[in-house]
């Protein structure tokens, strides 16, 4: 069920459902995940990313001007710069 996935990350063509302390492989490109999943629930934070809203705990910026977001269970994800401004918006925060 969508609405137990945490985030989701690319590997190779293959892609990690994170849901809890648990892991699903699947075959398929994030492009076409992204697509069936709820843009509601659901924001592209990285070509390689893919993570829940409601799960996001805090937007970190890095050295360099890089970002990650910081879910409620402690893992961090990369956010790309292209993405970056969306995301923002989609939290409210500047």
Request: hydrophobic fraction near 35%; glycine fraction near 8%; proline fraction near 4%.
């Given at each position: 069920?969508?609405?137990?996935?945490?985030?989701?990350?690319?590997?190779?063509?293959?892609?990690?459902?994170?849901?809890?302390?648990?892991?699903?492989?699947?075959?398929?490109?994030?492009?076409?995940?992204?697509?069936r999943?709820?843009?509601?629930?659901?924001?592209?934070?990285?070509?390689s990313?893919?993570?829940?809203?409601?799960?996001?705990?805090?937007?970190?910026?890095?050295?360099?001007?890089?970002?990650?977001?910081?879910?409620?269970?402690?893992?961090e994800?990369?956010?790309?710069?292209?993405?970056?401004?969306?995301?923002?918006?989609?939290?409210?925060?500047?």
């Open positions: 069920m969508t609405s137990d996935i945490e985030y989701i990350t690319a590997s190779g063509p293959y892609a990690e459902l994170h849901v809890g302390k648990k892991q699903f492989i699947v075959r398929e490109r994030m492009h076409h995940l992204e697509n999943l709820d843009p509601a629930m659901f924001i592209r934070v990285h070509r990313a893919i993570v829940r809203v409601d799960r996001i705990d805090a937007l970190l910026r890095r050295p360099g001007g890089d970002y990650a977001v910081r879910l409620k269970d402690g893992t994800v990369p956010v790309s710069r292209g993405r970056r401004d969306e995301l923002q918006e989609r939290l409210g925060v500047e």
